[in-house]
C-alpha cells in the first residue's frame, strides 16, 4: 500500500543530499520510483551525521513501506518515535503515527496495531485533527478487514473517505483514492464486482480531477496505472471486453506501465485474457533485477503467484509447483525465522493457507497428470498386447482357414476318384450299394439336385425301387442321412467347384446356382458342413 501522501509537505532534499536539510517539501517519487537509491543516500547522510537519526529513519521506514517491506518499515517507524525530538515537530510525528498503524496492520502485529489506532482515535479527536482520524478510520477498516468482519471493513472504510473529503487538499485526496482502490480491491476479492466498479469510476474521477490541476503528476500516474489496470480487469470480469481493451490501453499509456513495477499490475487482466506468456515474460523481466534480498516483498510474492497461475495455463506443471513452491518456502520462513523478523514480512495464516492450498491444487494436478501418464501407458501396453493377440490369431484362423479349403478340394478329388473307381467295379459291390451308386452317379451327371420339380417319388423310381426301399438304401451309404440331406450335400459340393471356378460370381448368385437361393441357408449349411463360411473360403482360393 501506499503512504499518505501528506508527506509531499514534510521535507525538502537539496541537491546534495550529503548536506541537504530535511526540511519544506519532500518529493515522494524519489522513494517510490527508487527507494534502493534512497537507502542508500539514507546511509550516507546518516554516516555524515548531518541528519538526527529519526529523521532518517522516518525515511527508511517510508522507504521500506514503498517496496511492500512492512516489517522493516514498522521498525524504523517505531525507532522514530522513540526519540523525544520528533514530537517537536508535529507534522513529522503525526506522519510516523500513521506509518507504525499502517505497517503494523500489514505486518500482522494486529494487538499493536488496535492499541495504536484506539489511543491515536482518542488523540486525534481530543485535538480535532480530521486528518489524523479520516487515517486511523482507514487503519480500522483495514483491521475489520483482517478479522474478515467484511461489512465493518467496508463502513471504516467509507467513514475514513467521509473524514478525509472534509479537508480537499492534494495530499487527502490522493489518500482517498488510495482507499477507494483499496476498497475496489476488497469488493473484487469478495466477487462483489458491481461496487468495485463503482469505486473505481469514482477513483478515476477524483484522479482525472488532480491530473486537471497538473499537481504531483508522477504519483497520479501511478495511481492512474493502478486504476486502469483494475477497471480494464473488472470490464472483462462483467464481459465489456471493448471497454476492458479501452482500459488497457490507457494503462499502457501511462508513465508507471514502462517500468518492471507497472508491467507486475496489468497481470491479472493478462490472465483473464489467457496471455500467460505476457505475464510470464512481464514477471521475468521484474525477476532479472528483483535484490534476492527483498525476495519476502509483497510484489514478489504476487509476481510468483502470478507466474504460477500463468505457467499452470500454459501446461508447464513443472515450473508452476516451482512458483508455487518457492512461494510457499518464503511464508514458511516468515512463520519459522523470528531472528529474523527485522528483514522480514510476515502475512496472515489464511493467506499462508490459501498459497499451500495453490501448491497442493498444482502437487494434485501433477499427480493426476502421472497417474494419467500411467493410465496411458497401461492401456498402449494392454493394446499392443491385444493386437498382437488379434494379429496371432488371425494369422492362426487365416492358417486354418487355407488347410480347410485345401483339404476341400482335396476332398472332392478323392471323392471323385473313388467314385470312379466303384463304378469300375460295379459287378464285384452288392445290389443295395450298386443301386446307390448307379442313382448318385446319374443324380451327379444331370445335375438333378439343382432340379426343384423332383419329389422323393421321382427319385425312387429313378433308383428303380420303392419309397421304402429307396428311404433305406439313401440312409445306408449316406451315413444315416435323409433325401434332403443327400441332395444338400450335393448342393454344396456344386457350389464348392463354383467357388473356385466362376470368381466372377457372387456369393448370393452361388447360392442360387446351387439351388440354395436364401443366402442364409447357404451360409448356415455351408458352415456346418465345413466350419469355414462361403466368403472366407473364397478369400483363401485367391
Not at 546518516?46 to 514498522?74: C, M
Not at 499537481?215 to 495511481?223: A, C, I, K, N
Request: charged share 30%; with cysteine.
Amino acid at each position: 500500500m501506499w503512504f499518505v501522501i501528506l508527506l509531499l509537505l514534510v521535507f525538502n532534499v537539496s541537491p546534495s543530499w550529503a548536506l541537504g536539510d530535511i526540511s519544506g517539501s519532500f518529493k515522494l517519487r524519489e522513494i517510490y520510483e527508487t527507494p534502493e537509491c534512497l537507502l542508500n543516500r539514507l546511509d550516507s547522510l546518516e554516516k555524515s551525521g548531518f541528519q538526527p537519526t529519526y529523521k532518517i529513519d522516518f525515511l527508511r521506514s517510508y522507504a521500506y513501506y514503498s517496496i511492500s517491506r512492512y516489517s522493516i518499515a514498522y521498525e524504523y517507524a517505531l525507532s522514530t518515535l522513540k526519540d523525544e525530538r520528533v514530537k517537536e515537530d508535529e507534522t513529522l510525528y503525526n506522519r510516523a503515527i500513521i506509518l507504525l498503524a499502517e505497517n503494523a496492520i500489514y505486518s500482522y502485529r494486529i494487538e499493536e496495531a488496535c492499541n495504536i489506532v484506539t489511543n491515536v482515535l482518542l488523540y486525534a479527536e481530543e485535538n480535532g485533527n480530521e486528518v489524523l482520524t479520516g487515517n486511523m478510520l482507514f487503519m480500522e477498516g483495514l483491521l475489520y478487514r483482517k478479522i474478515n468482519s467484511l461489512d465493518k471493513s467496508y463502513e471504516y472504510l467509507n467513514r475514513a473517505i467521509e473524514i478525509l473529503g472534509k479537508r480537499p487538499e492534494i495530499g487527502t485526496l490522493l489518500r482517498i483514492s488510495q482507499i477507494r482502490g483499496v476498497l475496489c480491491d476488497v469488493y473484487v476479492y469478495d466477487n462483489k464486482y458491481d461496487e468495485a466498479w463503482k469505486e473505481a469510476r469514482k477513483r478515476e474521477v477524483l484522479l482525472r480531477d488532480l491530473r486537471s490541476k497538473g499537481e504531483s503528476l508522477t504519483l497520479v500516474d501511478r495511481q492512474e496505472a493502478y486504476l486502469y489496470s483494475r477497471l480494464a480487469y473488472l470490464s472483462h470480469k462483467q464481459g465489456r471486453y471493448v471497454l476492458a481493451n479501452e482500459y488497457y490501453h490507457k494503462f499502457l499509456k501511462t508513465d508507471f506501465s514502462k517500468n518492471k513495477l507497472g508491467l507486475l499490475n496489468i497481470n491479472d487482466y493478462l490472465l483473464e485474457l489467457g496471455n500467460y506468456q505476457e505475464v510470464i515474460d512481464n514477471n521475468k523481466f521484474f525477476f532479472l533485477d528483483v535484490d534476492m534480498d527483498d525476495v519476502v516483498s509483497v510484489i514478489y510474492q504476487r509476481a510468483l503467484r502470478q507466474s504460477a497461475v500463468a505457467y499452470e495455463g500454459t501446461g508447464n506443471y513443472k515450473w508452476a509447483y516451482t512458483a508455487l513452491e518457492k512461494l510457499s518456502e518464503i511464508k514458511e520462513r516468515h512463520r519459522l525465522t523470528i531472528d529474523r523478523q527485522f528483514v522480514l514480512d510476515r502475512y496472515d495464516t489464511a493467506e499462508i493457507l490459501r498459497y499451500k492450498q495453490d501448491l497442493e491444487k498444482v502437487e494434485n494436478d501433477l499427480s493426476k497428470r502421472h497417474n494419467l501418464l500411467i493410465f496411458f501407458v497401461i492401456v498402449t501396453v494392454l493394446l499392443l498386447v491385444l493386437f498382437a493377440w488379434v494379429s496371432y490369431d488371425h494369422k492362426r484362423l487365416n492358417s486354418r482357414n487355407k488347410k480347410i479349403t485345401s483339404l476341400l478340394l482335396e476332398l472332392r478329388e478323392a471323392k471323385e476318384e473313388t467314385e470312379q473307381y466303384q463304378m469300375e467295379n460295379i459287378d464285384s459291390i452288392p445290389q443295395d450299394n450298386r443301386l446307390f451308386l448307379q442313382f448318385d452317379e446319374k443324380v451327379r451327371n444331370e445335375k438333378l439336385y439343382l432340379n426343384y420339380q423332383m419329389q422323393r417319388d421321382d427319385f425312387a423310381r429313378l433308383m428303380g425301387v420303392d419309397r421304402s426301399r429307396f428311404a433305406s438304401i439313401i440312409k445306408e451309404y449316406t451315413g444315416g442321412g435323409n433325401l434332403n440331406s443327400y441332395l444338400n450335400d450335393m448342393r454344396l459340393e456344386y457350389s464348392i467347384f463354383l467357388l473356385k471356378n466362376h470368381p466372377e460370381m457372387s456369393i448370393q448368385e452361388i447360392g442360387e446356382a446351387s439351388a440354395l437361393p436364401s443366402s442364409t441357408t447357404f451360409y448356415r449349411l455351408f458352415k456346418e458342413k465345413y466350419d469355414i463360411s462361403p466368403k472366407v473360403f473364397r478369400e483363401q482360393l485367391k
